[in-house]
T-cell receptor, first 110, second 113 residues
Framework: QKEVEQNSGPLSVPEGAIASLNCTYS??????FFWYRQYSGKSPELIMF????GDKEDGRFTAQLNKASQYVSLLIRDSQPSDSATYLC??????????FGKGTRLHILP | EAQVTQNPRYLITVTGKKLTVTCSQN?????MSWYRQDPGLGLRQIYY???????DKGDVPEGYKVSRKEKRNFPLILESPSPNQTSLYFC????????????FGPGTRLLVL
């Protein structure tokens, strides 16, 4: 059974600090990796996707992928109260199935 | 406006009464998918479709059917709903499955009594 693991949290981070969210996956054949943000009662929305080893930056967000270690992370710089949400890691395999982690709750402390 | 729509948004039904949840997208996306979200279990893929007439099982397909007769529509069918199918359901679409933004619908909250 392919799995995607995330720490459920809550992860509490002071406003302005860096929030670091981590995800590991079991399927070595995984092709694409996604980070979604979900506010309570709302639909998930894509923040970042990455499919090559290394870092990918978009504004305050940086996704990091290490395929050898089967590890993907999301860094949020200059954390804002509006970043408080549940962050979902998702992994797509060669079969085009998408497996989501259970999510990490992030709480930014004002 | 680019969007994924789902109907109904809320549904209460009884065990065994067939129901359909519709999903439609106006972005000419090829890839469409259904998920259910349950507390403590996260989002789980039920079925996905790469294109018209092409559907595949996700992680939790038991008790569900789908069809993809047109590119824009991807209905989810529960032939004989059971209480363990009480959940929050999301439809999603993307132009291609890999590396593309997957747009989610607003969700359908289903209660099966």
């Amino acid at each position: 059974q392919k799995e995607v693991e995330q720490n459920s949290g809550p992860l509490s981070v002071p406003e302005g600090a860096i929030a670091s969210l981590n995800c590991t996956y079991s399927d070595r054949g995984s092709q694409s990796f996604f980070w979604y943000r979900q506010y309570s009662g709302k639909s998930p929305e894509l923040i970042m996707f990455i499919y090559s080893n290394g870092d990918k930056e978009d504004g305050r967000f940086t996704a990091q992928l290490n395929k050898a270690s089967q590890y993907v992370s999301l860094l949020i710089r200059d954390s804002q109260p509006s970043d408080s949400a549940t962050y979902l890691c998702a992994v797509m395999g060669r079969d085009d199935k998408i497996i989501f982690g259970k999510g990490t709750r992030l709480h930014i402390l004002p | 406006e680019a969007q994924v729509t789902q109907n109904p948004r809320y549904l209460i039904t009884v065990t065994g009464k067939k129901l359909t949840v519709t999903c439609s997208q106006n972005m000419n996306h090829e890839y469409m998918s259904w998920y259910r979200q349950d507390p403590g279990l996260g989002l789980r893929q039920i079925y996905y479709s790469m294109n018209v007439e092409v559907t595949d099982k996700g992680d939790v397909p038991e008790g569900y059917k789908v069809s993809r007769k047109e590119k824009r529509n991807f209905p989810l069918i529960l032939e004989s709903p059971s209480p363990n199918q009480t959940s929050l359901y999301f439809c999603a679409s993307s132009l291609f499955p890999r590396g593309e933004t997957q747009y989610f619908g607003p969700g359908t909250r289903l209660l099966v009594l």
